[in-house]
């Protein structure tokens, strides 16, 4: 078995072990050493080369929380911004695209736009979720 399998099965082991024990896992918690006797924390194991795994962790919580908001929005609205940010399938359309697919003017869908961001970014600055 590869070394990063092994050193995954013994973090995945470590953490069913102590969830019996207790909910939270810090990512600075001492999991293990390394084959020169280095401890190793979560943090070490689950860094990834491009960015820091706290980034990695508030970008998911943001995306979480601009999915919840965008379910308070209205049906039209939250079409809209799908589309022309491309949430559903990462394919980002023009207003003149989404407004030939909605059967609306152009100029419609920049208002639904317009409208839809401003409420969207209120929600998420006062928001707790």
């Known amino acids: 078995m590869p070394p990063g399998n092994v050193i995954k099965s013994e973090i995945l082991m470590h953490l069913r072990a102590t969830k019996k024990i207790r909910n939270e896992v810090s990512l600075q918690e001492p999991i293990g050493a390394d084959r020169e006797g280095n401890e190793i924390t ?3 194991v689950l860094q990834d080369e491009g960015m820091p795994v706290t980034e990695l962790i508030g970008q998911k ?10 379910k308070r929005l209205g049906r039209r609205e939250r079409k809209v911004l799908e589309m022309r940010f491309g949430l559903v399938n990462d394919e980002r359309l023009t207003q003149r695209e989404v407004a030939k697919i ?4 152009r100029s419609y869908v920049s208002r639904i736009e317009k409208k839809a961001v401003k409420l969207l970014s209120r929600e998420l600055s006062t928001d707790e979720l």
């Open 42 to 44: 979560l943090m070490d």
């Open 61 to 70: 919580y943001q995306a979480r929380r601009v999915r919840e908001v965008l």
């Open 102 to 105: 909605l059967g609306i003017s």
